[in-house]
Each structure stands twice: as C-alpha cells, then as structure tokens.
C-alpha cells in the first residue's frame, strides 16, 4: 500500500481557501458502541454500532484578515450553512471529503514572542442525513473564463436506493454576473455521452451546495460523475468544485 505524505492538503470553508494558514487538520467518522451482550454470549461482550457522527479539527498560524472572520462567524451559529472540503492536494482528481458541519470551536493567540496560532473544531449536526460524503476535486482551484470540464470519478453507492450525489462549488472571488457548473453522469470516463443530473447557478462569491436524491434511482451503468463550467456571464470567476457520495 502506498503512503503519502501530507504537504499540500486544500482546506476550503464556503468562499474562503484555508490552506495556507493551515498546518494540521483531521476528520474522524465513528458510531456509537452499544452494548447487546446477552446471556448467551459465552461471556464475551457483543457490540453494534449505533448513531454515526462526523468530527474534524484543523488549525494553523494566526494571521489572516477575512478568513478570520468567517470562521468566527460559524461558531454554534444555527442559521449559518457552512460548506467544509478537505482534501489531500490540491490537483483535480485528488481525494476530498465534503461536509456541512456545525462549528463548536474557536480558538486564537499565543504567547508573547510566539507565533499566534488558530484552531477550529466541530461536528456533523443534524438534518444533514450523513455526516461526512468522500469523493474528489473535480475542478480545481482556478480562474475560470469559459468552458472547464471537470476530472470524473467512478461513484457507487452502498445503497443506490437510499444515497445522493453531492457536489460542492467554492466561489473564491468573482468578476462576472453567472455561471452554471453542470454536474453529469455517463457510462465512460470520457463522458462521451454525458447527461445533466443537476445544475448549479454561480451568481458570486460563496459555496453553493447540492444534492440530487435521483441520481442512483436508476444507476445502470452510468455511474462516472463530473462537473463541468458552462455559460459564463462576464470575465471570470476562481473556483474550486468537488463532489462525493456517503458509503453507509
């Protein structure tokens, strides 16, 4: 099994891009044990998992303007809908996990004559359905000015009756009025025959989330996905997008 070292790990939160004020970040998926042992267990304890939960926590050097103020914006702020991507590069095609979580954390400072630090932590909340969905990079950070078809990955459900597709647009910095990011499906990774599952309206800085409950309904054998740019209104917009899938 190949190992990596982890050097250039992307960390975007809604139209804020992290990373370089980042040194350290995790995500952990775990369920809770509950305890079914019963007589008849030959005095072993017998265990299931129960509820499923998400948690991340990442931090770095102090020294940042706007994205110091967006983080502090999501702590335990219900109405806030924050769109978290981890990555492990910053390449299309790279690995990344999307989350819609609730910030619990904040801290920053340090200590005179020190670097002053940051930290974020929080969880997966509620309504959310699963906590945590792994896909990848399909467009990477870039300015966009016309036509970029994204990197497709191969997706498939444990559950094709019960999952959905989630795509992620990161929205960085605009000069332009619209744009739609298109998310497809084909049955070959040159989506030579592709089909528009959803569409997503780019009007200006920001994370725009969806979520298409169909499009494992009926998966065939159409299950690379890929986003794609199209009908840009304007000179550009900077962008990162991602999408994944939960595996229950």
Same mark, same amino acid.
């Given at each position: 099994?190949?190992?990596?070292?982890?050097? *250039?790990?992307?960390?975007?939160?809604?139209?804020?891009?992290?990373?370089?004020?980042?040194?350290?970040?995790?995500?952990?998926?775990?369920?809770?044990?509950?305890?079914?042992?019963?007589?008849?267990?030959?005095?072993?304890?017998?265990?299931?998992?129960?509820?499923?939960?998400?948690?991340?926590?990442?931090? !770095?050097?102090? @020294?940042?303007?706007?994205?110091?103020?967006?983080?502090?914006?999501?702590?335990?702020? +219900?109405?806030?809908?924050?769109?978290?991507?981890?990555?492990?590069?910053?390449?299309?095609?790279?690995?990344?996990?999307?989350?819609?979580?609730?910030?619990?954390?904040?801290?920053? @400072? @340090?200590?005179?004559?020190?670097?002053?630090?940051?930290?974020?932590?929080?969880?997966?909340?509620?309504?959310?359905?699963?906590?945590?969905?792994?896909?990848?990079?399909?467009?990477?950070?870039?300015? &966009?000015? !016309?036509? &970029?078809?994204?990197?497709?990955?191969?997706? +498939?459900? +444990?559950?094709?009756?019960?999952?959905?597709?989630?795509?992620?647009?990161?929205?960085?910095?605009?000069?332009?009025?619209?744009?739609?990011?298109?998310?497809?499906?084909?049955?070959?990774? !040159?989506?030579?025959?592709?089909?528009? &599952?959803?569409?997503?309206?780019?009007?200006? &800085?920001? *994370?725009?989330?969806?979520?298409?409950?169909?499009?494992?309904?009926?998966?065939?054998?159409?299950?690379?996905?890929?986003?794609?740019?199209?009908?840009?209104?304007?000179?550009?917009?900077?962008?990162?997008? +991602?999408?994944?899938?939960?595996?229950?």
């Amino acid at each position: 099994m190949a190992h990596i070292s982890l050097t *250039n790990a992307q960390i975007y939160l809604n139209e804020v891009d992290l990373t370089g004020d980042t040194n350290t970040v995790n995500i952990e998926a775990t369920a809770a044990e509950l305890d079914v042992s019963t007589f008849g267990d030959d005095g072993w304890m017998n265990r299931i998992g129960g509820p499923k939960s998400v948690s991340f926590n990442m931090g !770095g050097w102090w @020294g940042f303007e706007q994205p110091d103020a967006e983080t502090f914006d999501h702590v335990a702020n +219900a109405q806030s809908d924050p769109a978290l991507t981890l990555a492990i590069d910053d390449a299309a095609g790279s690995v990344a996990y999307l989350l819609r979580p609730t910030v619990l954390e904040r801290q920053a @400072g @340090g200590v005179y004559g020190d670097p002053g630090t940051w930290s974020m932590a929080g969880m997966s909340r509620a309504g959310q359905r699963f906590g945590v969905y792994r896909g990848g990079i399909s467009i990477a950070k870039q300015t &966009v000015t !016309g036509v &970029v078809s994204g990197t497709g990955f191969q997706l +498939a459900p +444990a559950d094709s009756t019960n999952d959905a597709i989630n795509a992620v647009v990161h929205c960085f910095a605009d000069n332009a009025t619209s744009m739609d990011v298109i998310l497809e499906r084909d049955d070959n990774a !040159g989506f030579t025959s592709a089909t528009t &599952v959803a569409t997503i309206s780019v009007t200006g &800085v920001g *994370n725009y989330w969806i979520t298409s409950e169909t499009a494992f309904s009926s998966l065939a054998s159409d299950d690379y996905f890929r986003l794609r740019t199209a009908n840009l209104s304007g000179t550009n917009f900077q962008i990162a997008a +991602a999408l994944g899938v939960a595996y229950a």
